[in-house]
T-cell receptor
Framework: LAKTTQPISMDSYEGQEVNITCSHNNIATNDYITWYQQFPSQGPRFIIQGYKTKVTNEVASLFIPADRKSSTLSLPRVSLSDTAVYYC????????????FGTGTRLTIIP | DAGVIQSPRHEVTEMGQEVTLRCKPISGHNSLFWYRQTMMRGLELLIYFNNNVPIDDSGMPEDRFSAKMPNASFSTLKIQPSEPRDSAVYFC??????????????FGPGTRLTVT
């Protein structure tokens, strides 16, 4: 299981674009990159998943370079409600591999 | 859809008592997961089921913990006897069948357990 490394915390002002980078140097061919968001007193919520290049949905974009050893979650024009912990996970599409949450990145949006 | 339902939302009990946490997964989901979250250890996977069958319980801390899934719409996590170090938020999550690209897990609101 590829291990991920991401910053423990980040601060940003409202209205700015926030980029959270995750390192996964040992990512395997079958691995996908998945991001979850967790608000205080709630369970994590799936945000986005990708395998390579770029994925975009209504919430975020995920950028994955060609070597796939890192990925960047991009949140456009953040608001106070985006204050949460963001988890980067690497997960294989085959077998019964466990989904392992690390410590995540605590993002604080400043008014 | 009501989402994943957990009960109770809060539980306070004394050391040595039995605690039972309950979960109703999203209808149609074949995989169910139990997690525990603490400040010290973060979010840990305890056990997960595929089609009501336990697949991996290696995350269960010790024999005091047990989980069952008697049918597709109900699961329990039991702690007997409970200890103060079991205090945590316990999450249940469900997804389409695990191991086949089912990357998206839907989490319940959690049960906050306090053992005094």
């Amino acid at each position: 299981l590829a291990k991920t490394t991401q910053p423990i915390s980040m601060d940003s002002y409202e209205g700015q674009e926030v980029n959270i980078t995750c390192s996964h140097n040992n990512i395997a061919t079958n691995d996908y990159i998945t991001w979850y968001q967790q608000f205080p007193s709630q369970g994590p919520r799936f945000i986005i998943q990708g395998y390579k290049t770029k994925v975009t949905n209504e919430v975020a974009s995920l950028f994955i370079p060609a070597d796939r050893k890192s990925s960047t979650l991009s949140l456009p024009r953040v608001s106070l409600s985006d204050t949460a912990v963001y988890y980067c996970l690497v997960w294989s599409n085959f077998g019964n591999e466990k989904l392992t949450f690390g410590t995540g990145t605590r993002l604080t949006i400043i008014p | 859809d009501a989402g994943v339902i957990q009960s109770p939302r809060h539980e306070v009990t004394e050391m040595g008592q039995e605690v039972t946490l309950r979960c109703k997964p999203i209808s149609g989901h074949n995989s169910l997961f139990w997690y525990r979250q603490t400040m010290m250890r973060g979010l840990e996977l305890l056990i997960y089921f595929n089609n009501n069958v336990p697949i991996d319980d290696s995350g269960m801390p010790e024999d005091r913990f047990s989980a069952k899934m008697p049918n597709a719409s109900f699961s329990t996590l039991k702690i007997q006897p409970s200890e103060p170090r079991d205090s945590a938020v316990y999450f249940c999550a469900s997804s389409l069948e695990y191991g086949q690209g089912a990357h998206e897990q839907y989490f319940g609101p959690g049960t906050r357990l306090t053992v005094t």
